[in-house]
């Protein structure tokens, strides 16, 4: 049986994360952003009480596009998130399960903030923040892993949000985890990166030996064409396997002018070095019109959902809409991103192709990118995109002493190199035995006395005066 545990305290904070180059994706240019911290109390049924800890970055323009708002109010939108979900998980007074938390609380909080004119994916912010940092003090209270811990369901995941399993389904998939002991980088290269010559994609320095490469798109098939003819020359000098998978970011209008891209990739010469490096295709179109358009013909080439993952009932849909599969990320929330991997693992079992991918906007070197990692592995998401290493020097803003305390705890995932401690890349891959430490993922917490409380968010007509 699942152990219990009464939620005492959530305290939010933040850090400023300047980039070290800009990261353009779909319609916006990020040149800083800030980072998230959480930090819960618990009490453990029998046990006593435990302090867990999670991070991410408060990533502009990605959970709410809207044109109308600034950067700087889709940010808010996130800190109203993390608000309001922290008054509904505080409400919860007495002995109950991790994910009975969050499978409580999940339902008012997207309703709640819909009324408050924040988005769905945004609403999941919050719950996925605070719920990983109850899981961290839960493993501590009970002083297990992440791995050994997930493999028993220590949060006592059920079928409550996703009607479509069985309480069978999801303990067999949780019990016959083996974590992967390294996961391949998947290197990012952005719409305003290099692609030739010094700090290009064939660059060692730059893409860190990696096999794997996620390309952004702009939504214009014939720039996007004409830059992935370049980019495929470049890998070609890597002489190595190396596989690609592009990401629209919602950019494509519909599927006539998404068709116009996928008949270039089949047609042209000049692209197949693309087309045959090719994984699959990451939220072409829009989030309110991908669950209007069935894929037809052009599912054949592999898409997968983002974006439009914004509910437990995402990954089916898009499924019926020739969707092969869907990321997992952290910020959008771990015990949907372990429900969609049981979806996907027995979906699979029937003889078509399911997955499951990592994909990484908001990990930053320490908490956020470990219990990401920890993650995929536990999924057996064998490689991820890691924006952390590359988007952003090292550690950041992170004081000398939190980084080094990091270094120590996680030998096998951060290395000085003489230009500060950043992560270890082994042959393209990032190693995983540190992270079976007692809690999600990580031996340390930051040092909290370091980070500033979270900017009060103000609301969508305050920033409008």
């Known amino acids: 049986m699942s152990p219990r545990l009464k939620l005492r305290d959530i305290s939010f904070f933040e850090r400023p994360v300047q980039f070290a180059r800009p990261f353009r994706f779909g319609a916006v240019t990020i040149n800083a952003t800030p980072q998230l911290f959480v930090r819960v109390e618990i009490e453990v049924e029998g046990r006593g009480s435990a302090v867990g800890a999670s991070a991410e970055l408060l990533v502009p323009k990605w959970f709410d596009k809207r044109p109308e708002l600034s950067l700087a109010q889709t940010v808010d939108g996130l800190r109203r998130s993390l608000e309001i979900a922290r008054g509904f998980y505080l409400a919860r007074t007495g002995f109950l399960t991790a994910f009975d938390l969050h499978a409580s609380c999940i339902g008012a909080q997207v309703a709640t903030c819909a009324k408050k004119n924040i988005p769905a994916l945004a609403a999941a912010y919050g719950p996925a923040e605070i719920d990983k940092a109850i899981l961290d003090a839960l493993l501590r209270g009970v002083e297990t892993s992440f791995f050994d811990g997930m493999a028993v369901n220590i949060a006592g995941i059920d079928a409550r949000l996703s009607p479509d399993l069985s309480e069978r389904d999801i303990s067999t998939f949780l019990s016959g985890r083996k974590p992967l002991t390294r996961v391949a980088i998947r290197h990012t290269v952005g719409l305003d990166d290099t692609v030739q010559g010094e700090g290009g994609v064939a660059d060692a320095h730059e893409n860190a030996g990696a096999n794997y490469f996620k390309l952004k798109l702009s939504g214009d098939p014939v720039a996007d064409a004409s830059r992935l003819v370049r980019i495929g020359k470049e890998l070609d000098t890597l002489g190595r396997g190396t596989k690609v998978t592009l990401d629209a970011n919602e950019q494509y209008a519909d599927l006539a002018v998404l068709g116009a891209l996928m008949d270039r990739l089949d047609h042209d010469p000049a692209l197949r070095p693309i087309a045959s490096r090719l994984l699959y295709v990451e939220q072409p179109m829009p989030r309110d019109i991908t669950r209007q358009l069935p894929l037809g013909s052009l599912a054949s080439h592999g898409f997968i959902i983002d974006e439009a993952d914004d509910s437990y009932d995402a990954f089916p849909a898009a499924r019926a809409l020739g969707y092969c599969g869907i990321s997992s990320k ?41 219990q990401d990692l920890a993650l995929g592995a536990f999924l057996g998401v064998t490689h991820a995109e890691r924006n952390g290493h590359h988007y952003v020097d090292g550690f950041g803003e992170t004081p000398s002493a939190e980084a080094q ?12 190199a003489g230009q500060g401690i950043r992560l270890s890349i082994h042959n393209g891959d990032l190693l995983t035995g540190s992270l079976h430490a007692t809690g ?13 409380p979270l900017e009060q968010p103000k609301s969508l007509q305050e920033q409008t005066a």
């Open 330 to 370: 952290s910020c959008k929330g771990l015990y949907k991103s372990i429900v969609n991997a049981t979806r996907a693992a027995k979906w699979s079992a029937g003889g078509d192709r399911f997955f499951v991918t990592g994909e990484d906007l908001t990990c930053q070197a320490g908490l956020a990118v470990q």
């Open 405 to 416: 305390a990091f270094a120590a705890a996680h030998p096998d995932l951060y290395a000085d």
């Open 440 to 452: 999600f993922a990580t031996s340390v917490h930051p040092d909290w006395s370091a980070l500033r």
